[in-house]
């Protein structure tokens, strides 16, 4: 329960930072690009974190 409740609001956190990354280029062929540049930069850096996790390093914040 609380993994799922702590995925779902990682979620939520990443939808909200990739939407400004697009901003700048509304409505062009780059935006969707931008934005999925930078979902895929938050995703390496979450799971580089839990994989921390797994190892013990348990002082990684998510």
């Not at 780059?30 to 934005?35: A, G, S």
């Amino acid at each position: 329960m609380i993994q799922t409740l702590a995925r779902m609001e990682w979620i939520q956190y990443k939808e909200q930072e990739v939407k400004p990354a697009g901003k700048e280029m509304e409505g062009g062929s780059m935006q969707p690009l931008l934005e999925n540049d930078k979902a895929a930069e938050l995703t390496r850096l979450r799971v580089f974190k839990l994989a921390g996790r797994l190892k013990g390093d348990l002082w990684v914040n998510l």
